[in-house]
Protein backbone atom coordinates (compact mmCIF):
# COMPACT_ATOMS: atom_id res chain seq x y z
CA UNK A 1 0.00 0.00 0.00
CA UNK A 2 1.85 3.00 -1.29
CA UNK A 3 0.44 5.33 1.54
CA UNK A 4 1.60 3.13 4.30
CA UNK A 5 4.88 3.24 2.73
CA UNK A 6 4.83 7.15 2.96
CA UNK A 7 3.77 6.84 6.93
CA UNK A 8 6.42 4.19 7.50
CA UNK A 9 8.61 7.29 6.64
CA UNK A 10 6.77 10.21 8.39
CA UNK A 11 4.87 8.60 11.07
CA UNK A 12 5.32 4.77 11.47
CA UNK A 13 2.94 4.89 14.70
CA UNK A 14 0.14 5.65 12.06
CA UNK A 15 0.97 2.63 9.43
CA UNK A 16 -1.31 -0.18 11.31
CA UNK A 17 -4.19 1.51 12.08
CA UNK A 18 -4.23 2.80 8.39
CA UNK A 19 -3.90 -0.68 6.97
CA UNK A 20 -6.78 -1.88 9.58
CA UNK A 21 -8.65 1.05 8.57
CA UNK A 22 -8.61 -0.06 4.74
CA UNK A 23 -8.48 -4.18 5.34
CA UNK A 24 -12.02 -3.14 7.14
CA UNK A 25 -13.15 -1.08 4.02
CA UNK A 26 -12.28 -3.75 1.52
CA UNK A 27 -13.77 -6.63 4.06
CA UNK A 28 -17.19 -4.70 4.80
CA UNK A 29 -17.76 -2.89 1.32
CA UNK A 30 -16.80 -5.79 -1.31
CA UNK A 31 -17.11 -8.80 1.24
CA UNK A 32 -19.80 -8.29 3.88
CA UNK A 33 -22.62 -6.51 2.93
CA UNK A 34 -22.40 -8.24 -0.52
CA UNK A 35 -22.06 -11.57 0.03
CA UNK A 36 -24.35 -11.51 3.25
CA UNK A 37 -21.89 -12.32 5.73
CA UNK A 38 -23.69 -12.36 9.71
CA UNK A 39 -21.18 -13.88 11.56
CA UNK A 40 -18.26 -11.21 11.37
CA UNK A 41 -16.51 -12.75 14.20
CA UNK A 42 -15.77 -15.89 12.43
CA UNK A 43 -15.00 -14.48 8.64
CA UNK A 44 -12.75 -12.45 11.15
CA UNK A 45 -11.37 -15.34 12.42
CA UNK A 46 -10.60 -17.18 8.92
CA UNK A 47 -9.21 -14.08 7.67
CA UNK A 48 -6.20 -13.59 10.23
CA UNK A 49 -5.51 -17.27 10.11
CA UNK A 50 -5.22 -17.39 6.42
CA UNK A 51 -3.07 -14.20 6.51
CA UNK A 52 -1.01 -15.88 9.26
CA UNK A 53 -0.77 -18.98 7.43
CA UNK A 54 0.59 -16.95 4.50
CA UNK A 55 2.96 -19.57 2.59
CA UNK A 56 1.68 -22.73 4.30
CA UNK A 57 -0.09 -25.40 3.00
CA UNK A 58 -3.71 -24.96 4.33
CA UNK A 59 -7.26 -26.37 3.08
CA UNK A 60 -11.01 -25.80 4.56
CA UNK A 61 -10.86 -28.52 6.06
CA UNK A 62 -7.45 -28.29 8.09
CA UNK A 63 -8.66 -24.47 9.02
CA UNK A 64 -12.14 -25.61 10.14
CA UNK A 65 -10.88 -28.46 12.43
CA UNK A 66 -8.46 -26.23 13.52
CA UNK A 67 -11.45 -23.88 15.31
CA UNK A 68 -13.77 -27.12 15.96
CA UNK A 69 -10.58 -28.71 18.14
CA UNK A 70 -11.75 -29.26 21.59
CA UNK A 71 -15.53 -29.34 20.61
CA UNK A 72 -18.09 -31.51 21.96
CA UNK A 73 -18.91 -34.67 19.58
CA UNK A 74 -20.99 -33.00 17.10
CA UNK A 75 -21.07 -29.14 18.12
CA UNK A 76 -19.27 -27.11 15.17
CA UNK A 77 -17.82 -23.54 15.29
CA UNK A 78 -17.25 -23.43 12.03
CA UNK A 79 -17.87 -25.97 8.57
CA UNK A 80 -15.29 -26.32 6.30
CA UNK A 81 -18.14 -25.05 3.40
CA UNK A 82 -18.18 -21.90 5.08
CA UNK A 83 -14.18 -21.04 5.10
CA UNK A 84 -14.26 -22.47 2.07
CA UNK A 85 -16.85 -19.56 1.26
CA UNK A 86 -14.92 -17.17 3.33
CA UNK A 87 -11.29 -17.96 1.63
CA UNK A 88 -13.25 -17.22 -1.48
CA UNK A 89 -14.55 -14.09 -0.97
CA UNK A 90 -11.33 -12.42 0.57
CA UNK A 91 -9.21 -14.50 -2.81
CA UNK A 92 -12.16 -12.50 -4.98
CA UNK A 93 -11.49 -9.47 -3.28
CA UNK A 94 -7.85 -9.33 -3.48
CA UNK A 95 -6.74 -9.62 -0.30
CA UNK A 96 -5.40 -12.87 -0.72
CA UNK A 97 -4.31 -15.19 -3.67
CA UNK A 98 -4.28 -18.55 -3.92
CA UNK A 99 -1.78 -21.22 -5.42
CA UNK A 100 -3.09 -24.73 -6.21
CA UNK A 101 -0.76 -27.94 -5.58
CA UNK A 102 1.00 -29.62 -9.29
CA UNK A 103 2.10 -32.60 -9.00
CA UNK A 104 5.07 -32.63 -11.41
CA UNK A 105 5.63 -36.43 -11.58
CA UNK A 106 1.66 -36.67 -12.15
CA UNK A 107 1.29 -33.56 -14.28
CA UNK A 108 -1.66 -33.16 -12.85
CA UNK A 109 -3.22 -30.49 -10.35
CA UNK A 110 -3.93 -31.39 -7.15
CA UNK A 111 -7.44 -31.11 -5.63
CA UNK A 112 -6.13 -31.02 -1.30
CA UNK A 113 -4.25 -28.34 0.19
CA UNK A 114 -3.51 -24.64 -0.88
CA UNK A 115 -1.09 -21.92 -0.24
CA UNK A 116 -2.71 -18.13 0.35
CA UNK A 117 -0.24 -15.08 -0.46
CA UNK A 118 -1.02 -11.61 1.04
CA UNK A 119 -0.99 -8.87 -1.39
CA UNK A 120 0.49 -6.88 1.27
CA UNK A 121 2.76 -8.17 3.47
CA UNK A 122 2.36 -4.97 5.72
CA UNK A 123 -1.33 -6.09 6.07
CA UNK A 124 -0.69 -9.31 6.94
CA UNK A 125 1.31 -7.91 9.93
CA UNK A 126 -1.21 -5.61 10.83
CA UNK A 127 -3.84 -8.26 10.74
CA UNK A 128 -1.76 -10.66 12.96
CA UNK A 129 -0.22 -8.45 15.35
CA UNK A 130 3.77 -9.39 12.83
CA UNK A 131 5.83 -11.91 14.01
CA UNK A 132 9.89 -12.27 14.12
CA UNK A 133 11.04 -10.96 10.82
CA UNK A 134 14.36 -12.99 10.70
CA UNK A 135 12.11 -16.33 11.40
CA UNK A 136 9.71 -15.19 9.19
CA UNK A 137 11.90 -13.69 6.42
CA UNK A 138 12.28 -17.18 4.06
CA UNK A 139 8.33 -16.99 3.76
CA UNK A 140 7.89 -13.38 3.21
CA UNK A 141 10.29 -13.38 0.51
CA UNK A 142 8.03 -16.26 -1.46
CA UNK A 143 5.40 -14.19 -0.76
CA UNK A 144 7.27 -11.45 -2.78
CA UNK A 145 8.26 -13.68 -5.79
CA UNK A 146 4.83 -15.25 -6.04
CA UNK A 147 3.60 -11.92 -6.83
CA UNK A 148 6.41 -11.25 -9.06
CA UNK A 149 5.66 -14.46 -10.84
CA UNK A 150 2.75 -13.39 -11.43
CA UNK A 151 3.31 -9.78 -12.15
CA UNK A 152 5.90 -10.70 -14.92
CA UNK A 153 2.89 -13.01 -16.52
CA UNK A 154 5.38 -15.69 -17.40
CA UNK A 155 2.00 -18.21 -17.28
CA UNK A 156 0.20 -19.76 -14.31
CA UNK A 157 1.42 -20.28 -10.90
CA UNK A 158 1.45 -23.05 -8.78
CA UNK A 159 2.89 -24.79 -5.53
CA UNK A 160 4.88 -28.15 -6.78
CA UNK A 161 4.80 -31.30 -5.34
CA UNK A 162 7.75 -33.64 -6.29
CA UNK A 163 7.64 -37.11 -4.71
CA UNK A 164 7.47 -36.17 -1.00
CA UNK A 165 9.49 -32.78 -1.87
CA UNK A 166 8.10 -29.55 -1.90
CA UNK A 167 9.17 -26.93 -5.13
CA UNK A 168 7.87 -23.62 -4.28
CA UNK A 169 6.72 -22.61 -7.70
CA UNK A 170 5.32 -23.98 -10.72
CA UNK A 171 4.85 -21.82 -13.71
CA UNK A 172 3.58 -23.37 -16.78
CA UNK A 173 2.83 -21.02 -20.04
CA UNK A 174 -0.19 -21.56 -22.90
CA UNK A 175 2.19 -23.79 -24.58
CA UNK A 176 2.59 -25.81 -21.84
CA UNK A 177 6.37 -25.47 -21.02
CA UNK A 178 7.05 -24.84 -17.53
CA UNK A 179 9.51 -23.43 -15.23
CA UNK A 180 10.45 -23.97 -11.56
CA UNK A 181 11.33 -22.14 -9.43
CA UNK A 182 12.88 -22.42 -5.43
CA UNK A 183 12.84 -19.60 -3.14
CA UNK A 184 15.26 -19.51 0.04
CA UNK A 185 16.47 -16.17 2.46
CA UNK A 186 19.89 -18.13 2.56
CA UNK A 187 21.70 -21.16 0.60
CA UNK A 188 25.43 -20.39 1.89
CA UNK A 189 24.63 -23.39 4.89
CA UNK A 190 25.98 -26.04 2.90
CA UNK A 191 22.44 -28.21 4.39
CA UNK A 192 20.64 -26.01 3.71
CA UNK A 193 21.50 -25.24 0.44
CA UNK A 194 21.36 -29.04 -0.16
CA UNK A 195 17.77 -29.39 1.01
CA UNK A 196 16.41 -26.59 -1.74
CA UNK A 197 18.15 -27.93 -4.19
CA UNK A 198 16.97 -31.42 -3.96
CA UNK A 199 13.69 -30.96 -5.25
CA UNK A 200 14.84 -29.67 -8.50
CA UNK A 201 17.11 -32.65 -8.61
CA UNK A 202 14.48 -34.90 -8.58
CA UNK A 203 12.33 -33.40 -11.38
CA UNK A 204 13.56 -35.49 -14.22
CA UNK A 205 12.65 -32.88 -17.31
CA UNK A 206 15.19 -30.26 -19.18
CA UNK A 207 13.15 -27.45 -18.11
CA UNK A 208 14.52 -24.59 -16.60
CA UNK A 209 14.82 -24.56 -13.12
CA UNK A 210 15.90 -21.59 -10.65
CA UNK A 211 17.11 -20.94 -6.76
CA UNK A 212 16.48 -17.08 -5.36
CA UNK A 213 18.05 -16.27 -2.54
CA UNK A 214 19.77 -13.74 -0.87
CA UNK A 215 23.24 -14.71 -0.08
CA UNK A 216 24.66 -16.61 -2.96
CA UNK A 217 24.81 -14.46 -5.72
CA UNK A 218 24.41 -16.33 -9.35
CA UNK A 219 26.21 -18.96 -10.48
CA UNK A 220 25.01 -22.31 -11.19
CA UNK A 221 24.64 -26.04 -9.88
CA UNK A 222 24.28 -28.97 -11.78
CA UNK A 223 21.99 -26.76 -15.06
CA UNK A 224 19.88 -25.30 -11.78
CA UNK A 225 20.62 -21.61 -12.37
CA UNK A 226 21.36 -19.33 -8.76
CA UNK A 227 19.74 -15.75 -8.48
CA UNK A 228 20.55 -12.97 -6.33
CA UNK A 229 16.83 -12.27 -4.88
CA UNK A 230 17.67 -8.35 -4.95
CA UNK A 231 18.95 -8.39 -8.74
CA UNK A 232 16.68 -10.52 -9.68
CA UNK A 233 13.56 -8.14 -8.56
CA UNK A 234 14.83 -5.10 -9.77
CA UNK A 235 16.37 -5.97 -13.34
CA UNK A 236 14.34 -8.29 -14.78
CA UNK A 237 16.18 -9.77 -17.84
CA UNK A 238 15.83 -8.53 -21.16
CA UNK A 239 14.97 -12.21 -22.42
CA UNK A 240 12.55 -13.11 -19.14
CA UNK A 241 12.85 -16.46 -17.81
CA UNK A 242 9.79 -17.35 -19.01
CA UNK A 243 9.37 -21.58 -19.50
CA UNK A 244 11.71 -22.83 -22.49
CA UNK A 245 12.32 -26.42 -23.45
Known amino acids: M ?3 VNLS ?17 VVQKD ?3 RAH ?44 NTVAAYLEHLATAFTLYRADRYDIKGKQRLKTQQKYYAIDLGLKDALTG ?14 IVFFELLRRNYGEVWVGKQDNLEVDFVVQNGAGD ?13 DTRER ?25 IEGIQLLDAV ?12 PQR
Do not use: C, M
Not at 9 to 25: C, D, I, M, R
Not at 130 to 143: A, C, F, H, I, T
Open 130 to 143: GNDEKKSRGRRLEN
Open 231 to 242: DWLLNPPATSHS
Open 31 to 33: IKT
Open 196 to 220: ELAPLRKIDDNYPKFLISTDYGSGS
Open 37 to 80: IYNSENFENVAKFAFDSTGSFVSPKSIADTFNAGRKKGEVVISH
Open 178 to 190: RSYYQVAWAIEDD
Open 2 to 4: PEA
Open 9 to 25: KNAPEQVKSYLLEVFEA
